[in-house]
């Protein structure tokens, strides 16, 4: 216990799936956790259980592709809490579909919400890290932003984008003693991923390459999260971090 404590922890897409269990492992290990996301009802319900069980956490409405709300929640939260310690970029949706079926307007959704995303994210919480003198920003990606892998480009090129850009901003910001890393997940089961694992064909071909032969629980990849965000990962900077069940390895 105590991995994170009192850290103020902001996550996006913290409402369902890994983002919940994100944040709950975080408010467990001592952080004072933000809950973010579109879907209010949810997210409320993530922090309240949070507090129920003697974590600290709130939720925040947010909209990752929309920059006036990025301002308003980070500016929110440095004046009830006077900084953020860590940002998980977590918010994400996945698009099943090869290059050749994707609309623009598809594509540009993926993006924006992925990437642009990560974007905002990252710009809106720096001058509060630089001013604290530190910071561990980690994104979102996946192991579809390391691999290719039929009827997804536009999730793929996205998570490919997300993977790069955490070792840009490694770059930039590790003068400012900010840390930034990607973690890779591989086949998890999570509501986003649901339908596509009920489909005995579609889980038959992702596990058979998953060597641990059964999907993540979210709660695996949010251990990965924990340690970065924790000061254990002090010498981390511009990792990939994958948690994908040995999937990755052949």
Known sequence: MGRVQDKVILVSGG??????THCELLAREGGQVIVSDMNAELGEQVAAGIRKAGGRAEFVPLDVTDETQWKAVVDGAIARY?????????????????????????????????VRGCFFGIRAVVPAMQKAGAGSIINISSIYGLIGAPGATAYQSSKGAVRLMAKSCAVDLAPFK?????????????????????????????????????????????????????????????????????????
């Open 15 to 20: 409402a369902m799936g890994m983002g919940r």
């Open 82 to 114: 006077g900084r953020i310690d860590v940002l998980v970029n977590n918010a994400g949706i996945l698009l099943m579909k090869p290059v050749h079926e994707t609309t623009t307007e598809e594509w540009d959704r993926v993006f924006n919400v992925n």
């Open 178 to 250: 900010i840390r930034v890393n990607s973690v890779h997940p591989g086949v998890i089961d999570t509501p986003m991923t649901q339908d596509m694992l009920s489909q005995p064909q579609f889980r038959a071909a992702a596990l058979a390459m998953t060597l641990t032969g059964r999907p993540a629980r979210p709660e695996e990849v949010s251990q990965a999260v924990l340690f970065l965000a924790s000061d254990e990962s002090s010498y981390v900077v511009g990792a990939e971090l994958v948690v994908d069940g040995g999937y990755t390895t052949m």
